[in-house]
């Protein structure tokens, strides 16, 4: 049930999605209370693409905050929650890599059942599901700007999600991509890392926001919300990162 260090974590994929098939929209916690318009935007992706979208609206959390503090117990009652409310849909999407990751990888941790391991690898990332699954690598956007990405650590190194939003991204019209320097680094988000290890956290994060500033780009973008909120809190407070804009990469495509 556990997955291999270094392996991208399995999906569920085959069969191949059928036109028409409707898609359940998953939006993690941060987007809910911090950033609904990313959510908006997903739905207006997948609307255009003819993706019937449904939102069960008794959903809640994936579980991580509480089993990344260790506290497996109680994220497994939310894990078991989360696959109540989404078993009886096929292709589960999400605006979010960490939360994702959470799903495909780590239920198997907390609650080694097939039920579970099942139902959580259904769930993709959304531009996953946009380049892999239905086969989009242009969604027409113009967006004339210098743009840079930050691709959090979950997207990369749990699901192997790194050329999917590079492509989307890069197929934009007018954007001028600029390469970040040491995009694999991690921001120093990390959840509650962040609360527990606020030191470590804000130097990493720093890091992060001296090499955004080196790109030369006006805007971030990222798969994850999560990451963006901790980025943008440093550049607030860094004048030389004050112009620079945070964006979901849903918004842009």
Not at 16 to 34: S, T, W
Request: net charge neutral; glycine share 8%.
């Amino acid at each position: 049930m556990i997955q291999p260090a270094n392996t991208p974590a399995p999906r569920q994929d085959d069969p191949p999605y059928r036109p028409g098939e409707p898609v359940a929209l998953f939006i993690p916690c941060y987007i809910d209370q911090f950033y609904p318009h990313v959510a908006d935007a997903t739905v207006k992706l997948l609307q255009r693409y003819d993706v019937p979208v449904v939102y069960p609206e008794a959903q809640t959390c994936c579980g991580q905050p509480a089993f990344n503090s260790g506290y497996w117990k109680e994220s497994k009652r939310v894990i078991r929650h989360f696959c109540n409310v989404f078993e009886k849909y096929r292709w589960i999407v999400s605006p979010s890599g960490s939360c994702t990751a959470m799903c495909r990888v780590f239920f198997g941790h907390v609650a080694p059942d097939e039920r579970i391991v099942s139902i959580g690898r259904r769930v993709f990332e959304l531009t996953e599901f946009l380049v892999d699954v239905l086969g989009v690598t242009d969604t027409g956007a113009t967006y004339p700007h210098k743009v840079t990405m930050h691709n959090g650590c979950h997207t990369r190194r749990e699901l192997g999600v790194v050329e999917q939003p590079l492509t989307l991204l890069k197929n934009i019209r007018e954007l001028t991509y600029c390469e970040l320097p040491d995009m694999a680094d991690c921001c120093g988000f990390g959840g509650t890392f962040s609360v527990k290890m606020a030191g470590t956290s804000l130097a990493m994060g720093e890091t992060k926001v001296e090499n955004i500033v080196k790109s030369g780009a006006e805007v971030v973008v990222s798969p994850d919300a999560s990451c963006l909120m901790h980025i943008g809190g440093i550049m607030q407070r860094t004048p030389a990162a004050q112009h620079i804009q945070i964006k979901h990469i849903a918004e842009l495509l």
